[in-house]
Nanobody, 116 residues
Framework: QVQLAESGGGLVQPGGSLRLSCAAS????????MSWYRQAPGKERELVAA????????NYADSVKGRFTISRDNAKNTVYLQMNSLKPEDTALYRC?????????WGQGTQVTVSS
């Protein structure tokens, strides 16, 4: 019933850009805080960016500040992650997360690979 479907990942050269999308269904998206996490092989899961239900507040990991931008369109039940100036260390599986009323939902993820 609850679904978070990520898309937009792929292979990109260092310095390039990608925009990830996460389409949500099965819950009240507009009342949910949303975030993006990433995890690379052998590394712990990392919170990349978060945005409140209204979009009024955002937070970013220090490693991506100034390069990544999280946004949402509540009319489309979609959250985005614009990634610019990509670095090899950004390579990871990126997963969308929703938090609402004490429940947490996860998408399956989309792979981002930054390599020359």
């Amino acid at each position: 019933q609850v679904q978070l479907a990520e898309s937009g990942g792929g292979l990109v050269q260092p310095g390039g850009s990608l925009r990830l999308s996460c389409a949500a269904s099965g819950f009240t998206f507009s009342s949910s805080d949303m975030s993006w996490y990433r995890q690379a092989p052998g590394k712990e899961r990392e919170l990349v960016a978060a945005i409140t239900s209204t979009g009024g507040s955002t937070n970013y990991a220090d490693s991506v500040k100034g390069r990544f931008t999280i946004s949402r369109d509540n009319a489309k039940n979609t959250v985005y992650l614009q990634m610019n100036s990509l670095k090899p260390e950004d390579t990871a599986l990126y997963r969308c997360n929703a938090y609402t009323w004490g429940w947490v939902y996860w998408g399956q993820g989309t792979q981002v690979t930054v390599s020359s």
